[in-house]
Nanobody, 123 residues
Framework: QVQLVESGGGLVQAGGSLRLSCAASGRIFSVNTMGWFRQAPGKEREFVVAINWNGRTTMYADSVKGRFTISRDNSKNTVYLQMNNLELEDTAVYYC????????????????WGQGTQVTVSS
């Protein structure tokens, strides 16, 4: 079992920045790809970004390209999501997720999930 704990969410004005962190513990050797998903009120949970085990391969949703950056520090078992130029539409609960295989944008492909952290963007 892998435990994922997100942090760094909060309230920010449109155009501002936040950095989310996801700390992994437990059977972390079983996790290759780490990803971030988000769920806005009344909407399905959607893919945001993912990164492979060595950080050399990433995939972003079109809606966040050029604004969000994912990175990972394997020495700290932590994945980061730097979010810049935040928009009202970015308001959601952000979830960290992990899977043993390669990058996927599909929610069912991920075996391990954090509890989520709220990001609220105000005008």
């Amino acid at each position: 079992q892998v435990q994922l704990v997100e942090s760094g969410g909060g309230l920010v004005q449109a155009g501002g920045s936040l950095r989310l962190s996801c700390a992994a513990s437990g059977r972390i050797f079983s996790v290759n790809t780490m990803g971030w998903f988000r769920q806005a009120p009344g909407k399905e949970r959607e893919f945001v970004v993912a990164i492979n085990w060595n950080g050399r391969t990433t995939m972003y949703a079109d809606s966040v390209k050029g604004r969000f950056t994912i990175s990972r520090d394997n020495s700290k078992n932590t994945v980061y999501l730097q979010m810049n130029n935040l928009e009202l539409e970015d308001t959601a609960v952000y979830y960290c997720a992990g899977r043993p295989g390669g990058i996927s944008t599909l929610r069912p492909a991920y075996d391990n999930w954090g509890q989520g952290t709220q990001v609220t963007v105000s005008s």
